[in-house]
């Protein structure tokens, strides 16, 4: 841990005391967001210090020309990026003609910035003293909205405080923004018409390339003592940016309030020459109702989703502001209610990573989403990868893969790889596995089977016929092989025979061809599309069978376990414990050609695959296995505590499970990896999650029952859950010596709790 200096609160972020040096780390940590945009905790008055400024649309990304050193055949051309919108925060704000700047102030007191995670609102407040020696008191609170998830609003309060000042607002819509990470330095917006009307102003803008148009719009109002002011006011405006300034003499003591709306309305929604027009409306609307019941309507709607999602912790703080974190981001990043869109690994945070959709989604999130919203949320995410099927099909012909075989992309916004590394794009073709156990893992939960002869068998046979022909027959070994690879442990490249990848190529062919028996048996209609689409073969089907049949798996003998992949047992296997404090992150300290011929493992590899394949595998074999590889583990991916947590609850080892808990649940509050003014781990936090669910709570679906294994850190005196298990909700409370189950449902429900058979029935207690 290196950056604690949140306050331990089981509901909100809190940061006490104004030091510039942690500025861009909260506009992290206290990120707004509503599913449909987001935004860093930028302060909304000037700030000439250190900050990073980022405002973002959902679904809305530029293609940024791919910049690299060495050019190679299928290469992606881009690499896609979520944009940095236009600027709606902004309010300058100056005192008898002195800009107010948090850099430049003799004094700052009092300061305190509280992220309400239980309501979803973030506030500020402070004393300062400005450099003319006026002293004034300013809170600030501001929401996007989930109810109207093209607004959020903003209420900013100034006081006076040991003297009669002219306070004078200026807010303002700036479209003058870039990327902190653009390749080329490109304009990625173009400004198409800057005006206003009224109260209401307006900026329209394209971005180059994309060509999705937004408008980016305000409304504001004044108030004295909570009375609203009607007064002329100032416009400035120009190519890029439209300010209104209103000035005012303030009494010492009184209080002058800007309320501002704001947001975005993109042709994602409506019509591109009716955004002005829906953007007027929508801000009369919120603006009549005022600030006060507009954020009533944000309690009520952040209530709804904790009595589903939330998970308590007695006894531990820490813990349970972590947890809590992990799923209020979640649900700031994605609500389901949009199946275009799904989830970038920094959410609305920053642009680390482009916003992009990788394999996080179907690993890591979709278990989340399932349990804690309902299943049509969850088909949502599937479908949005069937919805880019013919684009995986393209992106694998590019490389070379014919008949239909799918290399799903590791990075996409649209379908097309557009991830720019080498080893990554043509390398970690695990991807497609996880996309796959997506699928297995939706139906093992829901028993909801229709979503494979619908679409998910294609899915299915376009990644069994790409593992098909990415093995190759090894006469010496007279098995098939896989070659050139990057397994999940990105600290290794260009490996033959990736254990974690060699075993679910076999599982994802086998998969494929008992989902074909099973449509073939039930769903006629389906299948003769589907074979009509696909143009599949009983020959082609017993070609996979013996590649899946054959697959070779690098084992060790002496040490009794599957190696990571070929060669691993010739390096230097020098534990994490005997790696020097100071060399740490290695991903910060070392050159890459040192850590490749290092042992170190950035994330589970192998032990992903002892995660996803539970039931494949015996108690043993995984103690055998999480003992000889988590030693070399430095968990330097977020994805990686996670996965730990669970197996280490599996081997009954609890102060291990609890140490790689607190880790993947605080990872960003206290900034591990010392990057968090970057953006938050958001993809991980479904991992956090999980590490209590189907850690600590050991929930499973074995042989279509719900079951339960419930253990519990000795840090805590209790801790509960909630799922939505096929349509009921059963709640999980789990105390020492005994565990309580409540169903929310009309049907009896039988589980298994340690193994045996329980009976729970709606609204009644059971106690275990």
Not at 102 to 125: D, P, T, V, Y
Request: net charge negative; hydrophobic share 35%.
């Amino acid at each position: 841990m290196n950056n604690i200096y949140i306050k331990p609160n089981n509901w909100s972020i809190i940061e006490e005391g104004f030091e510039p040096n942690r500025v861009k780390s909260s506009e992290s940590l206290m990120s707004l967001g509503n599913g449909a945009m987001g935004q860093r905790a930028n302060f909304e008055e000037h700030y000439s210090g250190e900050t990073f400024q980022g405002s973002y649309v959902a679904g809305v990304y530029y293609p940024d020309k791919t910049r690299v050193g060495w050019w190679k055949n299928g290469y992606p051309e881009y690499f896609a990026k979520v944009l940095n919108a236009p600027n709606w925060i902004g309010i300058n704000v100056s005192v008898n003609g002195e800009v107010l700047d948090l850099a430049k102030c003799n004094k700052i007191k009092k300061f305190r910035r509280e992220l309400n995670m239980k309501e979803g609102w973030l506030s500020r407040s402070f004393i300062a003293t400005l450099q003319n020696f006026i002293e004034v008191k300013v809170e600030t609170k501001r929401f996007l909205s989930l109810d109207f998830d093209e607004v959020g609003a903003i209420e900013y309060n100034v006081t006076p405080l040991n003297n009669d000042a002219q306070i004078e607002f200026s807010p303002y819509l700036d479209n003058g923004i870039t990327n902190e990470d653009s390749n080329w330095d490109d304009t990625f917006w173009d400004v198409l018409s800057v005006n206003h009307d009224d109260e209401q102003a307006f900026i329209v803008s394209k971005t180059m390339k994309t060509h999705f148009y937004v408008c980016t719009s305000m409304q504001t109002q004044v108030s004295l003592n909570g009375s609203v002011l009607k007064q002329d006011k100032t416009v400035n405006d120009g190519i890029n940016k439209i300010a209104f300034t209103y000035k005012n003499q303030v009494i010492k003591g009184d209080t002058i309030t800007l309320t501002k709306y704001g947001g975005y309305t993109s042709d994602r929604n409506h019509d591109k020459n009716e955004l002005i027009s829906v953007s007027k409306k929508t801000l009369a609307k919120v603006s009549n109702m005022g600030f006060e019941a507009l954020l009533e309507l944000q309690k009520k709607s952040w209530a709804k989703i904790w009595d589903k999602a939330d998970i308590t912790i007695d006894g531990d703080v820490a813990a349970q502001q972590g947890i809590r974190f992990n799923i209020f981001q979640l649900n700031q990043t994605y609500s389901g209610n949009d199946a275009r869109l799904n989830i970038g690994p920094k959410g609305f945070t920053g642009e680390k990573y482009g916003g992009s959709t990788y394999w996080d989604t179907e690993a890591y999130c979709i278990p989340f989403y399932m349990a804690t919203k309902d299943q049509d949320v969850a088909k949502s995410l599937l479908e949005y990868r069937y919805n880019h099927l013919e684009k995986a099909i393209e992106n694998a012909e590019k490389l070379g893969f014919t008949n239909g075989a799918a290399l799903y992309p590791m990075v996409t916004m649209n379908g097309e790889e557009c991830h720019n590394e080498w080893e990554i794009t043509f390398e970690e073709i695990h991807r497609n596995g996880a996309i796959a156990f997506a699928i297995f893992n939706y139906y093992r939960y829901t028993g909801d089977f229709s979503y494979i002869p619908e679409k998910g068998l294609e899915v299915l046979i376009g990644i069994a016929r790409f593992w098909h022909q990415r093995a190759t027959y090894s006469e010496a070994k007279d098995k098939y092989v896989i070659l050139g690879v990057t397994g999940p442990n990105e600290y290794e490249n260009n490996v033959n025979n990736n254990w974690y990848t060699n075993y679910i190529a076999k599982w994802c062919i086998n998969y494929a061809l008992k989902s074909i028996d099973k449509v073939k048996e039930g769903y006629a209609d389906d299948y003769a599309r589907i074979v009509g689409k696909t143009k599949i073969t009983d020959n082609e089907l017993d070609r996979w069978k013996v590649t899946a049949d054959g697959m070779y798996f690098p084992f060790s003998e002496e040490n009794n376990v599957f190696l990571q992949q070929d060669g691993f047992l010739d390096k230097d296997l020098v534990t994490v414990a005997n790696l020097p404090k100071s060399q740490r992150p290695i991903n910060q300290k070392w050159s890459w050609d040192r850590i490749l011929r290092s042992p170190y493992i950035k994330q589970a590899d192998t032990l992903q695959g002892f995660y996803f394949f539970e039931d494949h595998f015996s108690t043993e074999e995984l103690e055998r296995h999480f003992d000889f590889y988590e030693p070399f583990t430095v968990h330097e991916s977020s994805l990686s505590p996670c996965v730990h947590s669970i197996q280490a609850a599996k081997l009954d080892r609890m102060d291990q499970a609890y140490e790689f808990y607190l880790r993947t649940s605080r990872l960003d509050l206290d900034d591990y990896n010392h990057e968090v003014e970057e953006g938050l781990h958001i993809t991980s936090m479904a991992g956090t999650w999980m590490s209590i669910v189907e850690g600590f709570g050991g929930m499973r679906v074995i042989n279509d029952q719900l079951s339960f294994n419930p253990k519990i850190p000795q840090q805590w005196d209790g801790y509960s859950f909630k799922v939505n298990f096929r349509n009921q909700i059963i709640k999980v409370n789990v105390c020492r010596g005994h565990t309580h189950f409540e169903l929310e449902g009309a049907q009896d429900l039988e589980i298994l709790v340690n193994g045996k058979p329980v009976l729970i029935t709606p609204n009644n207690l059971v106690k275990v």
